[in-house]
């Protein structure tokens, strides 16, 4: 083999080389963005011309949020928020559409909190979805029930939703989930307070045994008791 054979040998293999160095950057730049984006990286994706353009977009969505001054909660303030938050899913019961209304506020004050910008909706999810793509979603969907909310076309269970949806971003947000998962229904106008709903959920002791489970031979015997004898006895009044 001559040296020049060598030498094209030795340049097909350094090329090949480099070829596969680069390959294997940009998979694990692939797998990184994937992996930190979540379903969003599916949806820059879909939505740009190019998987290439849409990775472009992720990576200076990580460049601008590597500019923010991020803060972290405090214990006291995560509380003053998850209390709020339990305060305002009470208010559901009785305002639903205002409620509403009010999550999207309280949110808007915890991500300002937090150090992410407000204003701007597209740019707001633009930030968070560095670190909270897998809930940006829920962010959405509450958005636009908040806006069909505010043409007066919004149902109650749609409501109710989006109360649902803003608190996924929410719990996130506080960095644990220390909130009521539930929602309360709308209140029936017709209806009592639900404090006064069941009173009979502690069962008083003469309602644990019914005149109609008592064997007969025992109800005749029972029967015949004077109400002193049986004071609490339900057949007697």
């Known amino acids: 083999m001559s040296p020049t054979q060598v030498i094209v040998i030795v340049l097909v293999v350094l090329v090949v080389a480099a070829v596969l160095a680069v390959v294997a950057r940009q998979a694990a730049r692939r797998r990184a963005l994937r992996s930190r984006f979540g379903p969003e990286y599916d949806r820059v994706v879909a939505e740009r011309d190019s998987r290439a353009d849409a990775e ?70 633009a930030q968070l979805s560095v670190e909270h793509a897998r809930t940006l979603s829920h962010y959405r969907d509450a958005h636009e029930i908040r806006l069909r909310n505010e043409r007066g076309e919004a149902g109650t269970e749609e409501l109710r939703q989006a109360v649902v949806h803003y608190r996924a971003l929410f719990a996130d947000l506080l960095g644990g989930d220390p909130l009521d998962a539930r929602v309360p229904d709308q209140r029936d106008p017709d209806q009592h307070h639900p404090e006064h709903h069941r009173p009979e959920q502690h069962h008083r002791p003469e309602e644990r045994h019914r005149p109609e489970e008592r064997h007969p031979e025992h109800a005749s015997r029972e029967a015949q008791e004077t109400p002193v004898d049986r004071p609490h006895d339900v057949t007697s009044r």
């Open 56 to 125: 472009r977009e992720l990576r200076e969505r990580e460049r601008r949020h590597a500019e923010l001054a991020l803060t972290p909660l405090t214990p006291e303030s995560r509380a003053r928020y998850a209390a709020a938050w339990e305060e305002l899913q009470v208010r559901f019961v009785d305002s639903p559409a205002e409620t509403v209304s009010d999550a999207d506020e309280l949110v808007g004050r915890l991500v300002a909190e937090r150090g992410y910008p407000t204003g701007d909706f597209s740019a707001q999810i």
